[in-house]
């Protein structure tokens, strides 16, 4: 991939012009801006040396996604939850000297970046630049002893949580199952008309759609339950005007001691209620 343009003057709608002041002082991200961006500026000539001069397709800034990686470990956000932010997140928008349309770049972006850094010896720049704008600032000793330790960084964001591992599977399996299911409709395939299931998937409600839809529900067989009753959150009770409407949409005939829908005895004179689908799921 080739290297981007610089760019050439600063947006009049990126969240610095806007808003900029209205963040505190001492807040991170306007900190960030002001005390560590233009660090990270002084060695995009450095980073130039990761990308062809001309050859490829236009990567995304390397100096903002720099930033992006620092940001990612002192948020410890995982690539995607990183890329949401740069695209929505105010605060990082103003760190990283950004407008406020939502544009961001995929989260792999982030995966190869971090990976070019590896390959061209470039892993402890972000934390040169980090250092010279915190000594520039009067925040760290020039004399002071540092350690710094760029392999901790770049592991701990390539690493994804538990939760985005999750996410991730999700998605994926969400993906293929469209595809699949694409690929029958245009092949003219139809789902299959039988279904077998377990006793979870059993009810007269499900039963009644998978009907409704041309298929067949075949699981095992529910117990008798003609006797069970239903629990008082089913009902749709309206007590201005004293009336209660069981799940199966019948209308009771009275309503007495209804103070609310807790209190309410509601009694339905109803010939199939001992056999109402409602009462057997």
Known sequence: MSLPQPPVQRSLFDVQNLIGREFDPADRFRLFHEKVYPSLLAVRRELAACYCADNGRPAEEPVMLLGATILQFMERAPDRAAAECVGYHLGWKLALGLDLSPGSFHPTTLCVFRQRLLEHEKAKLAFDAVLS????????????????????????????????????????????????????EQSGLQPPPEMNV???????????????QGRELVGPALPPGGDKPIRSDAFDVDVPNRRAVCPAGHASTNCSCLKDKDTACAAHAVAGCPRCACRIT
Not at 159 to 165: A, E, H, R, T
């Open 133 to 184: 704008g915190l000594v520039e600032a009067g925040l760290v000793s020039r004399r002071s002893r540092q350690r710094l330790d760029s392999t901790h960084v770049l592991g701990l964001v390539a690493k994804m949580s538990s939760l985005d591992v999750v996410r991730e599977t999700l998605r994926l399996a969400l993906m293929e199952l469209d595809q699949t299911l694409s690929a029958q």
């Open 198 to 212: 377990d006793a979870g998937y059993i009810s007269a409600e499900a039963l009644r759609e998978a009907a409704e």
